[in-house]
């Protein structure tokens, strides 16, 4: 159901879209982001896009969570900042994955993976993330291999 929305609102046709962002932007679904001497400014909302498009990517977003895909992997981890910018993020992936699919016949759709972010975090970075933090808050750290 909500896949035929999709395609009803946008179409099959995608050269009229060069690139998944301009789908994304056409759509309304692109991050803006206004900001002047360190502040943001605006509202936050990125304009009147197409409301049943927006719906449909909405709904599919939030059916996401429940999931073992990278899809949902992402709207778990970004719904600690805030659901309604989870929603919108993973609406977003969804869009730029209908472009691809759409755009050209050749692409098969492969999921990443619930894993993703977990293997692709460098342990290295992890330990000196860590250990700023930790300087940050006044420690002094000192690292011993464990036993």
């Excluded at 909500?2 to 060069?18: H, K, L, N, Q, Y």
């Excluded at 301009?22 to 803006?32: D, I, M, N, R, V």
């Excluded at 502040?39 to 059916?63: F, I």
């Excluded at 600690?80 to 993973?90: E, S």
Aim: charged fraction near 20%; glycine fraction near 10%; charge should be positive.
């Amino acid at each position: 159901m909500v896949a035929a929305t999709i395609i009803a609102e946008v179409g099959v046709d995608m050269s009229r879209f060069p690139t998944a962002g301009h789908l994304c932007s056409w759509a309304k679904f692109s991050p803006g982001i206004n900001s002047s001497a360190g502040k943001t400014k605006g509202n936050g909302s990125s304009g009147h896009g197409n409301r049943y498009l927006a719906a449909a990517l909405g709904e599919a977003a939030v059916m996401t969570r429940r999931t073992d895909t990278f899809l949902g992997a992402r709207y778990r981890r970004l719904a600690k900042r805030g659901k309604k910018r989870a929603i919108v993020a993973v609406g977003r992936s969804i869009l730029v994955v209908v472009w691809h699919l759409l755009s050209d016949e050749q692409v098969t759709f492969h999921d990443l993976g619930s894993d993703h972010y977990t293997r692709h975090i460098h342990p290295d970075t992890k330990k000196h993330s860590h250990i700023r933090q930790l300087e940050a808050l006044g420690y002094t750290v000192t690292l011993a291999p464990a036993a």
